[in-house]
Structure formats: structure tokens, C-alpha cells
């Protein structure tokens, strides 16, 4: 049997590979494009040597709880590991050749470049951009095949630790329901995207249904293709718009949402967390994970300022000084819990039981 000391130190280990691979991508990235497009360089405000201790300190403490939450069953320590190094090895390259073309796009100005063949009827008006400067939008499997590692770059390799987030809320959320059999309980992930999210999931809730839902049918079948490459995980995937789900009312006992509200305009997100209502059963959670703000985080403020100045996050700077909380108080959620771990923070709520 394996030492936990040493899982532990291979963890970090891993993670301290990945942040340091992050970092460097990011550092010759900036340098090539200072090279190469130097006249699409946005102005952002230089970060000080306090601010990166603080970050690197914040980072640490994502770890551990990370540690932490898999030591107590939360999840399978196996989930700290599950990393597609051979798929992202072969994906990095790719990053590279798709770079120009955001550097000119960025340059440009051009945020709305999305593949003609994209019917714009069936899309909102706000989700045919080019978030993030991203060749072809959400709308291409060029662009959902890239999606996870250049996440995993921006977060120096702690999207999926902060994805976990979800996880102890959600199976506490759960217990209301104790007395029914576990496989008839249903737990939707919107906004899904390539679902990594479904995989952490079912690791930690091996019997429930789990349901997965976007707007994009590429990112949809990259999540697909995650799910199938793995034996004995089953998910449904359906492509809808969280504003406007195709499910029936109180048909859920859990949804969770991982970044999708920073890429909302303020009355879509309004529109999801009222859908989200009408989806759950009394008693049921929603967990809503996304970035932090300037209220709960205003020592990164910094960080939040320059991310929306670097990138197209064109309701970014909206969402940061956005009241989620009396979103959420608004539309009838209580028991609201709010949490900051890194960049991310979870809000856990509930649809009160009928009187
Ligand atoms: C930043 S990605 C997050 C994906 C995933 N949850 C994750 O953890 O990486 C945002 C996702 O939201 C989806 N999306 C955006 N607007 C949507 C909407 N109105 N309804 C459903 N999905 C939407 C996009 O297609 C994309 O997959």
C-alpha cells in the first residue's frame, strides 16, 4: 500500500510542475508577442512583489484544502492525478500555432470573428464573441479541443482544484435527500463545457444521474469524447441555454455552474439563477462557482482589473462588482453560503422545502 506522506508530496509535486509550466508559457508567450505583435499589447497595471506572495500563498491554501477534502473521502484521491498529460502534450503545439491569430485579433479589435457556418438564430446575442480573444468563440472543436489546457495555463494548474470546490457542498446538499436511493437522484452541470466538472462528479457521487448541458455542441462532444475515454462513466449530455433549460420544473435535486456567469450580461445571469429555481426541487442545491470579486478579494484587485484588460471578458468588469448574493436572495435561495478558494468563489443555496 502506498504511504499517504508520499501521494501527498507526489500532489504536490504536481501541482508545483504544473504552476511552474503555467508561468513559464505565460512569461515566453508575452515575451514572443512583444516580439511579434507588439502593437496589440494591452496596458495593464504591473503586479507587485506583495501581491504575487499573497497569490502564492492563496494558491497553497487551495491546495491544501484540496488535500484535505480528498483525504476525507470527499473524493477519490485518484481525482488529484487525473491530469491527460498525452493529450495536452499533444495539444501544446497547437496553442502555439493558434497564437498569432489571437495576438491579431486582440490587435484588431475583432471580437465577434465566429465560423460562418454557425447559425446565429439559435445562439444569444452575447455568446457569438470571441471570449477571451478564442479562435472561432465557444463554436469550433478546434477551439473545445484546446479549451482545458489553456484553462489549465491561465490558472497555473489549479482549474480542476478549484472545480473540486464543488464537490463537499454538493454531497452535503444531497443528504436532504438521505432517505431516497441514491441512483434516482439527479444532478445537472451547466454550462458543462468539456466536462471536466461531470468527471469530478461521478467520482464523488458514483450513483447518482448526472447531466450535462451547454450551449455548444463542440464542446459538448469534446466532453463526450472525456467521458467515453474512461471506463465505466456515464453521463447525459444535452445542448440548451441555461437561461431557458429543457427540463421540467423541480426535476433536479442538485445543479452546479462553474464558470459561466463572468461570460454573462447582467440580466442572463439574473435569467439562470431564476431557471435554476424553477429547475430544483425544494430542498435541492445550487452550487455556483465562479471568479472572485472586488468585495470579497479587493487585495486582487489588481489581478481582476488587468484580467478584463488583457482579455475579451466583455461582462467581466460588470460581474466582479455584481451582488450574487442578493441575486440569489432575490429569486427565494436561502441557507446562502459564500466561500473564496484562489481565483474562485462558491456560493452554495438552497430551494427552501415548501411550507
Ligand atoms: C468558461 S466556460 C466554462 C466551462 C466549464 N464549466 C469549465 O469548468 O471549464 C463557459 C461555458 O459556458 C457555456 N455557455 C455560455 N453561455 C451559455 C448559456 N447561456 N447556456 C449554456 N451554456 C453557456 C459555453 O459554451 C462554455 O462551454
Avoid at 504536481?14 to 508575452?30: I, Y
Avoid at 497595471?45 to 484540496?66: C, F
Amino acid at each position: 500500500m502506498t504511504s499517504p506522506n508520499l501521494v501527498k508530496i507526489a500532489y504536490q509535486t504536481l501541482q508545483g510542475g504544473k504552476g511552474l509550466a503555467g508561468l513559464v508559457h505565460k512569461e515566453l508567450s508575452t515575451k514572443v508577442m512583444e516580439l511579434f505583435s507588439p502593437g496589440g499589447i494591452p496596458v495593464t497595471t504591473p503586479v507587485s512583489k506583495e501581491l504575487l506572495k499573497e497569490l502564492r500563498h492563496s494558491m497553497s491554501l487551495l491546495e491544501k484544502v484540496d488535500w484535505e477534502e480528498a483525504e476525507q473521502g470527499i473524493y477519490p484521491t485518484t481525482q488529484l492525478f487525473d491530469t491527460p498529460w498525452l493529450d495536452w502534450a499533444s495539444k501544446y503545439p497547437l496553442i502555439w500555432r493558434d497564437l498569432p491569430s489571437t495576438w491579431e485579433r486582440r490587435k484588431r479589435r475583432n471580437t465577434r470573428e465566429i465560423p460562418k457556418n454557425i447559425d446565429p438564430e439559435i445562439y444569444p446575442d452575447y455568446y457569438l464573441q470571441n471570449f477571451h480573444h478564442q479562435t472561432d468563440g465557444y463554436l469550433s472543436d478546434h477551439s473545445a479541443g484546446l479549451y482545458d489546457l489553456q484553462v489549465e495555463i491561465l490558472f497555473n494548474g489549479t482549474a480542476d482544484a478549484m472545480r473540486r470546490r464543488v464537490l463537499a457542498p454538493l454531497k452535503l446538499g444531497l443528504r436532504r435527500f438521505h432517505s431516497r436511493n441514491p441512483a434516482s437522484l439527479r444532478v445537472l452541470d451547466i454550462a458543462t463545457g468539456t466536462g471536466r466538472t461531470l468527471l469530478q462528479i461521478r467520482s464523488a457521487l458514483p450513483e447518482v444521474e448526472l447531466i450535462g448541458m451547454d450551449l455548444s455542441t463542440s464542446y459538448l462532444r469534446q466532453a463526450s469524447r472525456l467521458i467515453n475515454s474512461r471506463n465505466n462513466e456515464l453521463a447525459q449530455l444535452v445542448r440548451g441555454n441555461a437561461e431557458k433549460m429543457p427540463f421540467a420544473d423541480e426535476s433536479m435535486q442538485a445543479i452546479t455552474c462553474i464558470f459561466l456567469f463572468h461570460e454573462l450580461p447582467p440580466k442572463a445571469r439574473q435569467n439562470v439563477i431564476e431557471e435554476c429555481w424553477r429547475v430544483l426541487e425544494p430542498g435541492g442545491s445550487f452550487i455556483l462557482a465562479d471568479s472572485i470579486q472586488l468585495a470579497d478579494s479587493p487585495s486582487f484587485s489588481t489581478l481582476l482589473e488587468n484580467f478584463y484588460k488583457f482579455f475579451h471578458e466583455p461582462y467581466y468588469k460588470d460581474y466582479i462588482n455584481d451582488d450574487i448574493e442578493l441575486r440569489l436572495k432575490n429569486s427565494q435561495f436561502e441557507c446562502i453560503k459564500a466561500q473564496s478558494h484562489f481565483m474562485t468563489r462558491i456560493w452554495n443555496a438552497m430551494k427552501p422545502f415548501a411550507n
